[in-house]
């Protein structure tokens, strides 16, 4: 089993890091095309580009023109100890025993726009690129273009070496819209987490986002390998509704949040 998720806009690196194990990126030499793409712009340009604010556009403008195709504990940390949202607060990988971080190194990769594809413990400069901005290149109007075939071989890849028999979209729809699951040797399953609220059930983004963290967790400290035993997730509340769901849409349901 495979688990994929998004990144997170917001970064933290300013927490000590809990582990001094690391790796690179795969894709360093196509990031730094990006960067040197992005490095044309103007602030200005930046902020229309991502449509944000001008102090975050200049603060990633400057990202940009300080980033290194050299990796160093200076200047980069690990993916899953930078990224702070959501999903990232479910999963919460500072306080993983090390045997759990082990277990996410192996099993979890997160979908980059800048990246393509990171381990959790790969090193990561600090950037903002979402992987649905229409930054033109070369090899056309998006990033979609850009990264092309280049993620589902990646994950295939692991997929084939692991002999894993399921991807598990943990991932907004933005970012798994880089992955062509008809290229990967393994089916799609994809949780989807849903609140009552209104009288009926539905998806509430926060409590989704936090949810795919928290069932990354639970793979991690389960030591989960077979995407069917995902089933048994029940971290704050949550419960596998087998009417609901079907082969490739696993629903989990919740009546109060925990």
């Given at each position: 089993m495979l688990i994929v998720l998004s990144p997170a806009k917001?970064?933290?690196?300013?927490?000590?890091?809990?582990?001094?194990?690391?790796?690179?990126?795969?894709f360093?030499?196509?990031?730094?095309?990006?960067?040197?793409?992005?490095?044309?712009?103007?602030?200005?340009?930046?902020?229309?580009?991502?449509?944000?604010?001008?102090?975050?556009?200049?603060?990633?403008?400057?990202?940009?023109?300080s980033w290194s195709s050299r990796f160093t504990r200076k200047n980069s940390r690990q993916a899953v100890l930078a990224f702070n949202g959501d999903v990232y607060e479910g999963l919460d990988a500072?306080?993983?025993?090390?045997?759990?971080?082990?277990?996410?190194q192996a099993h979890v990769r997160i979908l980059s726009g800048l990246y393509g594809v990171l381990r959790p413990l790969d090193l990561m400069q600090p950037y903002r690129l979402e992987m649905g901005t229409k930054l033109a290149t070369a090899a056309g109007r998006d990033l979609y273009a850009y990264w092309g075939e280049q993620v589902?071989?990646?994950?295939?890849?692991?997929?084939?070496?692991?002999?894993?028999e399921a991807l598990v979209n943990l991932a907004s729809e933005?970012?798994?819209?880089?992955?062509?699951?008809?290229?990967?040797?393994?089916?799609?399953?994809?949780?989807?987490?849903?609140?009552?609220?209104?009288?009926?059930?539905k998806i509430i983004s926060f409590y989704a986002k936090r949810a795919r963290g928290l069932m990354a967790r639970y793979?991690?400290?389960n030591r989960i390998v077979r995407a069917r035993d995902l089933q048994s997730f029940d971290s704050d509340g949550y419960r596998f509704d087998a009417k609901a769901s079907n082969e490739n849409t696993?629903?989990?349901?919740?009546?109060?949040?925990?």
């Open positions: 917001s970064l933290d690196y300013e927490t000590p890091v809990v582990t001094d194990s690391h790796t690179l990126p795969a360093i030499p196509e990031a730094a095309r990006l960067i040197e793409c992005l490095r044309e712009f103007s602030p200005a340009q930046i902020a229309s580009l991502m449509k944000i604010s001008d102090p975050l556009a200049s603060l990633n403008h400057g990202r940009y023109a500072p306080t993983l025993a090390p045997a759990a971080l082990d277990y996410v589902s071989e990646n994950l295939n890849a692991v997929l084939a070496e692991r002999r894993s933005e970012y798994f819209k880089s992955v062509k699951p008809k290229l990967l040797s393994a089916p799609v399953v994809t949780p989807v987490f849903e609140e009552w609220k209104d009288g009926r059930y793979a991690a400290q696993w629903v989990f349901r919740r009546r109060q949040a925990a």
